[in-house]
């Protein structure tokens, strides 16, 4: 620069300080452990930059997101799982049906339970149309095998859903009709037993297997009356019917009417002398009468007949407790609990007729025998 001249008139970028090479400001104090570094020749620790764009919340979102995607994975692999099981289910089950059986033999005839009746509950009967094609019966037959393999099994109610089914298919179809009406009497749905049997009666008239299961449902659906007609008619038909013997006298003694019912129930043990079921009704009756000793001796035919069913034991044990026969009735008590559950036994033990055994030594043995059992079935 000339002398003389004044830095007034020379443009800011000419005079002005070069404030980013003369100028500069202070570094800033290193740290003690900083400075140790650098006197013993290392480096100072580089440290991580960090993004002050990121922040929390956006990075829980993106956990979340993670967490979105894995529970997604593990529905759709739980829901092929689910298609998986059904197809092997609906293998399974057609390969049930193949090897049931053939099941179109007659329907044999129903045994009467002592059972008291249940009130049943209406439900829609299948729809109704006209005779299906050949076709459509063989496969409410088949639906109807595959409902009989369950019933085998134990599965009441869903073989009652397969004759529902077969129903829907085949509507007049007498044996699956009289098979369905069967399996209510077992479920204690006698009214809706009753207007089955009535449709299969319709469609086979005549049948007295299907006469006879009417007639039971008829009995246990408080319609007694009409049952004895009913069997009036079966064994007119069919002399020698020998479950209409049994059913009507049974019918006769729901209505007290043991005077009728007698001969008849007689005229069927003679037919049958190891049914337990109709020799039980018969001691009932003797009971009834005041015939002890008859109804004692037709009972222990009714256990040796039928040795695991624990109703003759009991009503045993409960005429020796009535006439004061502690030792026989606890006798007839011990060997119901061999045959059959400690429930049963025990609140059959608690009746009143049982007062005096109960507070006996013997009876405080009994009560830790159907203890025991019971802890035994428990473990």
Same mark, same amino acid.
């Given at each position: 620069?000339?002398?003389?001249?004044?830095?007034?008139?020379?443009?800011?970028?000419?005079y002005?300080?070069?404030?980013?090479?003369?100028?500069?400001?202070?570094?800033?104090?290193?740290?003690?452990?900083?400075r140790?570094?650098?006197?013993?020749g290392?480096?100072?620790?580089?440290k991580?930059p960090?993004?002050?764009?990121?922040? $929390?919340?956006?990075?829980?979102?993106?956990?979340?997101?993670?967490?979105?995607?894995?529970?997604?994975?593990?529905?759709?692999?739980?829901?092929?799982?689910?298609?998986?099981?059904?197809?092997?289910?609906?293998?399974?089950?057609?390969?049930i049906?193949?090897?049931a059986?053939?099941?179109?033999?007659?329907?044999?005839?129903?045994?009467?339970?002592?059972?008291?009746?249940?009130?049943?509950?209406?439900?829609?009967?299948?729809?109704t149309?006209?005779?299906?094609?050949?076709?459509?019966?063989?496969?409410?037959?088949?639906?109807?095998?595959?409902?009989?393999?369950?019933?085998?099994?134990?599965?009441?109610?869903? #073989?009652?859903?397969?004759?529902?089914?077969a129903?829907?298919?085949? $509507?007049s179809?007498?044996q699956?009709?009289?098979?369905?009406?069967?399996l209510?009497?077992?479920?204690?749905?006698? #009214?809706?037993?009753?207007?089955?049997?009535?449709?299969?009666?319709?469609?086979?008239?005549?049948?007295p297997?299907?006469?006879?299961?009417l007639?039971?449902a008829?009995?246990?659906?408080g319609?007694?009356e009409? #049952?004895?007609?009913?069997?009036?008619q079966?064994?007119?038909?069919?002399?020698?019917?020998?479950?209409?013997?049994?059913?009507?006298?049974y019918?006769?003694?729901?209505?007290?009417?043991?005077?009728?019912?007698?001969?008849?129930?007689?005229?069927?043990?003679?037919?049958?002398?190891?049914?337990?079921?109709?020799?039980?009704?018969?001691?009932?009756m003797?009971?009834?009468?005041?015939?002890?000793?008859?109804?004692?001796?037709?009972?222990?035919?009714?256990?040796?007949?039928?040795?695991?069913?624990?109703? $003759?034991?009991?009503?045993?044990?409960?005429?020796?407790?009535?006439?004061?026969?502690?030792?026989?009735?606890?006798?007839?008590?011990e060997?119901?609990?061999? #045959?059959?559950?400690?429930a049963?036994?025990?609140?059959?033990?608690?009746t009143?007729?049982?007062?005096?055994?109960?507070?006996s030594?013997?009876?405080?043995?009994?009560?830790?025998?159907?203890?025991?059992?019971?802890?035994?079935?428990?473990?």
């Amino acid at each position: 620069m000339r002398p003389g001249v004044a830095l007034a008139h020379l443009p800011p970028c000419v005079y002005a300080p070069a404030m980013s090479f003369y100028n500069r400001q202070p570094k800033p104090e290193r740290s003690r452990r900083e400075r140790a570094l650098i006197i013993d020749g290392a480096k100072p620790p580089i440290k991580e930059p960090t993004n002050p764009d990121v922040k $929390p919340s956006d990075q829980a979102r993106k956990s979340l997101k993670v967490f979105g995607f894995v529970v997604l994975g593990m529905v759709i692999f739980a829901f092929i799982s689910v298609k998986l099981l059904e197809h092997l289910w609906q293998k399974r089950d057609r390969a049930i049906m193949r090897s049931a059986r053939s099941l179109r033999e007659e329907p044999s005839p129903s045994v009467l339970s002592t059972t008291a009746p249940v009130i049943a509950v209406e439900i829609p009967t299948a729809p109704t149309f006209d005779r299906p094609l050949p076709s459509n019966t063989e496969q409410a037959e088949t639906i109807f095998r595959w409902g009989k393999v369950l019933e085998e099994a134990g599965e009441l109610n869903g #073989a009652l859903t397969r004759y529902q089914e077969a129903l829907a298919i085949d $509507p007049s179809h007498p044996q699956i009709l009289a098979e369905t009406g069967r399996l209510l009497i077992r479920l204690n749905r006698h #009214a809706e037993a009753v207007t089955l049997l009535e449709r299969a009666e319709s469609a086979s008239p005549g049948h007295p297997d299907i006469l006879n299961d009417l007639g039971v449902a008829l009995t246990f659906a408080g319609r007694a009356e009409a #049952a004895v007609t009913l069997y009036e008619q079966v064994r007119a038909a069919h002399p020698d019917y020998a479950p209409a013997l049994f059913n009507q006298g049974y019918a006769l003694v729901q209505l007290r009417n043991h005077e009728q019912a007698r001969p008849l129930l007689e005229a069927y043990v003679e037919k049958r002398p190891d049914d337990a079921m109709a020799l039980g009704v018969l001691a009932i009756m003797e009971l009834a009468e005041q015939h002890h000793e008859k109804a004692l001796g037709l009972l222990d035919r009714a256990i040796a007949a039928a040795p695991n069913w624990v109703t $003759p034991y009991l009503d045993a044990a409960s005429i020796h407790a009535s006439l004061g026969q502690d030792s026989q009735a606890l006798n007839y008590l011990e060997r119901a609990l061999d #045959a059959g559950g400690p429930a049963e036994v025990y609140q059959h033990y608690m009746t009143p007729v049982f007062r005096s055994l109960r507070t006996s030594d013997a009876g405080k043995g009994l009560e830790k025998k159907i203890a025991d059992r019971a802890r035994q079935l428990l473990k």
